[in-house]
């Protein structure tokens, strides 16, 4: 069922700029993923790099199996903070990542063989058991921005088909891939065919398969039977567990940056609002995507009556957010918020030209109570540098 995802919350009860999980709306998309694990007794792992928020560890934690990490830091946090399992993988590790990680990691997934030849007397001997698995390349690819194609000509991701001819299993007892972005169980479905035609005499050989993360489960629009049909048809057809971990699902559509409006600046080609964020610093995706975040009560640039180019605060010339119309003219000390703004944004966000990061805070409309949980100064720019 859909939920109503009108913001209720007031963005002049928190500091600006500022990150908000509404928690209902978070609770709602772990209520989705907690019904596809029961119906399908698959795992699901939150995925660190595209949700790290741990202030509210304590409630996904209820609802998830583990946290994956894409490498150290990501591994002790969620050890420490989430509790559960932790599954990681990185395109190469050190000595060093291989020494963290054997005291936290409960899984680790090694990008090639040559890797898992380095490492395996080391994890074998210890202290801990750790299960190992390789990250496999289906060569299949229909993410459509090249930037986030897993799959694409020259990847570096993964391990393709011909490199396992031959090759010593002994010891593996999983296999990962990663081939998805923000899409529907469709793609998944041609996703394992290519799995299956590629790497299905290793699949009954194995203990666990991890379906990587790029799920839009939480989506509208997805197709949960689909998804719940193809991972209990592959379990059952080469015995293995399933894993997904989903980072983007966990909060898509949950949270909101509020920002506000600094100046008014005018121009013969159109007015333009200066913003207390930036796309660069704080919404980086909006570049890199590219694509145009939605923001509450405001329209496509001339379907209101009132239209501004909305810039960031940062001096990169090309640090705009977009144009938006609106129906009545901007002022300063006016609040926007942004919608979908807790996945990526605040894992990438950055301290570029020394402009203050958004606090960070929750909202819960069950009891109309706002608790911001950090907020960053001078102290965290100057000590990311020497």
Request: hydrophobic letters at 40%; aromatic letters at 10%.
């Amino acid at each position: 069922m859909a939920i109503d995802r009108k913001p209720v919350l007031d963005p002049y009860r928190l500091p600006s700029p500022c990150y908000v999980a509404d928690l209902a709306l978070l609770r709602h998309n772990l209520e989705i993923l907690a019904g596809v694990r029961e119906r399908t007794a698959c795992h699901i792992l939150l995925a660190l790099k595209g949700f790290a928020m741990h202030g509210v560890f304590p409630l996904v934690s209820e609802y998830l199996q583990g946290v994956c990490a894409s490498s150290i830091y990501e591994a002790q946090l969620g050890a420490e903070k989430f509790g559960k399992q932790v599954h990681a993988y990185a395109p190469a590790y050190t000595e060093r990542d291989i020494k963290v990680l054997q005291g936290y990691a409960d899984h680790i997934s090694f990008n090639s063989f040559d890797q898992w030849a380095r490492y395996r007397d080391r994890l074998k001997a210890g202290p801990r058991p750790i299960s190992c698995g390789l990250r496999i390349n289906p060569e299949h690819s229909e993410v459509e921005v090249a930037l986030y194609d897993p799959c694409s000509p020259r990847s570096r991701l993964g391990i393709t088909a011909d490199k396992f001819s031959g090759r010593d299993l002994s010891g593996i007892e999983g296999l990962h891939f990663h081939a998805l972005c923000e899409q529907n169980s469709d793609v998944l479905e041609r996703m394992l065919a290519s799995v299956e035609a590629k790497f299905g005499a290793y699949l009954s050989q194995m203990k666990w398969v991890n379906f990587g993360g790029g799920h839009h489960i939480t989506r509208d629009d997805y197709d949960v039977e689909l998804l719940c049909r193809l991972i209990t048809g592959f379990r059952e057809k080469y015995g293995v567990e399933v894993y997904l971990e989903p980072g983007e699902a966990v909060a898509l559509n949950a949270g909101f940056l509020i920002a506000e409006v600094l100046d008014i600046v005018e121009r013969r080609e159109g007015d333009i609002a200066i913003l207390d964020t930036s796309a660069s610093a704080h919404m980086p995706d909006v570049l890199e995507m590219p694509y145009r975040p939605r923001i509450e009560g405001a329209g496509e640039p001339g379907v209101l009556a009132h239209t501004y180019q909305l810039g960031g605060l940062s001096c990169l010339a090309g640090d705009v957010i977009g144009d938006y119309s609106f129906d009545r003219p901007l002022q300063v000390g006016d609040r926007l918020m942004f919608y979908d703004m807790l996945h990526y944004s605040m894992v990438k966000n950055t301290m570029f030209n020394g402009v203050q990061l958004p606090a960070i805070a929750v909202f819960d409309p069950a009891d109309d109570q706002y608790r911001v949980l950090r907020e960053f100064g001078y102290l965290d720019y100057a000590s990311r540098l020497s």
